[in-house]
């Protein structure tokens, strides 16, 4: 049945993560600012979530975090010297971060998981539904995921989870859901959740990845959530709940992506990542792919 739900305008982004797995790089600069190509990862998901309608964006930081509040304003200095210099297209590119979106920010004192992250939200966005976008995942733009997710949270109410396929040997790294089929192909009913269980215990390969669009109501569950797995407040915990009892804010949903998806939080999806837009790109991809045969015939 469809229902008339607020319209969604906000969105989350937790980035108050230490980078541990790519260090001594993120030893002094944030893991969101390390460049896929040629613009920093978090840029990649403030895009997104503008390309998805969501222009008022708050950013959950912590202590050295400051190159992205920095990042997303403006830098009178540079820009000058590139107007001096004539350099229309460098100067457009440095102005387009600072343009995207209106951009907020909070630090997570305390670094206590993504649950606790999430909840550092709550000032800001109030009693209307949201959206959380995870910094280490990004989603090609040829692939809307986002915008489907609010077309079927606008369509059902409650919360929609972004789900993926993933082998059964790598369930262990992702929140797992029970889930029920809908009359939609790409959308299913998620009963339960898991956090990153053991691939004999997981009830489905159905992966949780770092998308979600969320009912307000999921803040009062966060409040009275105890540390789960880590001894972190997991945001899997409180989904739990709601998918338990739709009474409390509504139904769990799951959109199932099939698209392309980047794990810049891996080491090696990220050497990925960069490879495959590089190759992508109509001014790069020429004579990177022309390269990169050469590379791989000698390697082979």
């Keep these: 049945m469809t229902q008339s739900n607020p319209r969604i305008s906000k969105a989350v982004i937790p980035a108050a993560g230490l980078g541990t797995r790519f260090l001594p790089a993120t030893k002094a600069t944030p893991k969101e600012m390390l460049p896929v190509v040629d613009k920093p990862a978090i840029q990649y998901v403030v ?15 912590g202590r050295n975090k400051r190159p992205l509040e920095d990042h997303f304003d403006r830098n009178y200095e540079l820009e000058s010297a590139l107007e001096k210099k004539g350099d229309a297209e460098r100067l457009a590119k440095v102005q387009e971060s600072s343009d995207l979106a209106t951009m907020h920010y909070v630090r997570q004192g305390d670094p206590r998981g993504l649950g606790h992250a999430v909840l550092c939200a709550a000032p800001h966005v109030g009693q209307e539904p949201f959206a959380v976008l995870l910094g280490d995942d990004l989603i090609d733009a040829r692939d809307p995921l986002l915008k489907r997710m609010i077309e079927v949270q606008e369509r059902h109410g409650g919360s929609v989870i972004a789900l993926m396929e993933v082998a059964p040997e790598q369930i262990h790294l992702y929140g797992c859901a029970v889930v029920e089929e809908t009359e939609d192909s790409d959308v299913v009913r998620v009963s339960g959740l898991v956090e990153k269980p053991d691939a004999a215990d997981a009830p489905s390969n159905y992966a949780v990845i770092g998308r979600y669009v969320l009912d307000p109501h999921i803040f009062d569950i966060l409040r009275t959530t105890e540390p789960g797995r880590g001894g972190e407040i997991q945001l899997t915990d409180a989904l739990q709940q709601l998918a338990a009892d739709e009474k409390i804010g509504g139904p769990v949903h799951g959109v199932v992506f099939k698209g392309r998806r980047y794990d810049t939080g891996d080491r090696g999806d990220y050497l990925r990542a960069i490879v495959r837009l590089a190759c992508e790109r109509e001014d790069l991809g020429p004579d990177f792919r022309t390269w990169l045969r050469s590379y791989v015939a000698e390697e082979m």
């Excluded at 895009?47 to 930081?61: C, K, N, P, Q, Y």
């Design 47 to 61: 895009e997104e979530a503008v390309s998805a309608g969501l222009d008022d964006v708050l950013m959950i930081t």
